[in-house]
T-cell receptor, first 113, second 115 residues
């Protein structure tokens, strides 16, 4: 089984819909991240969480929200999806000793029409 | 803010040959980390190599090595004996120590290894 699992793998939806992307991990890591990848821009940080009670905005948090339901679960929501949120979304984890995201999921490709 | 530039959107190399991917960055920090990540068609991001700025010795991981030029703010990745499985997007990234909420990525280089 994958260390970091993202669901769904692909999603197509319409403008204005509420979307939730889910991430679960089996690494036992405290730190979890959500990134967005766009062509020509690399990855950009949306939100991060250093433990269950800690949520922080990243570089591009507008239009997104997150929930850290448990150490192993970190979900990303788009309350009212818009077309420019079409992108590839990654969840990642690291432990307290790690200085960089160590384990990534396979990504969720989200298309908003 | 730190920026990371990868000036080669696409590159190709023949199997078994050597290829070098370029990366430059801009920062006023003296201590930081640099990384190369690989993203194969399966989409998963995989850490290839990591370099601490305070270390003069270039990092090496099997066929992957870096040429870290701190004064020039350059961090290139050399892949020796290229294999078909090396075909992927490669991202260069920068991060300040103990601040892993602020990792900055370059735009990526798409590498194709040809048989």
């Amino acid at each position: 089984d994958a260390d970091v699992t993202q669901t769904p793998r692909n999603r197509i939806t319409k403008t204005g819909k509420r979307i939730m992307l889910e991430c679960s991990q089996t690494k036992g890591h405290d730190r979890m991240y959500w990134y967005r990848q766009d062509p020509g821009l690399g990855l950009r940080l949306i939100y991060y969480s250093f433990d269950v009670k800690d949520i922080n905005k990243g570089e591009i948090s507008d239009g997104y929200s997150v929930s850290r339901q448990a150490q192993a679960k970190f979900s990303l929501s788009l309350e009212s999806a818009i077309p420019n949120q079409t992108a590839l979304y990654f969840c990642a984890t690291s432990d307290q000793q790690g200085d960089q995201p160590q384990h990534f999921g396979d990504g969720t490709r989200l298309s908003i029409l | 803010a730190q920026t990371v530039t990868q000036s080669q959107p696409e590159m190709s190399v023949q199997e078994a040959e050597t290829v070098t991917l370029s990366c430059t960055y801009d920062t006023s920090e003296s201590n930081y980390y640099l990384f190369w990540y690989k993203q194969p068609p399966s989409r998963q991001m995989i850490l290839v190599i990591r370099q601490e700025a305070y270390k003069q010795q270039n990092a090496t991981e099997n066929r992957f090595s870096v040429n870290f030029q701190k004064a020039a703010k350059s961090f290139s990745l050399k892949i020796s004996d290229s294999q078909l499985g090396d075909t992927a997007m490669y991202f260069c990234a920068f991060m300040k120590p103990h601040n892993n909420n602020d990792m900055r990525f370059g735009a990526g280089t798409r590498l194709t290894v040809k048989p």
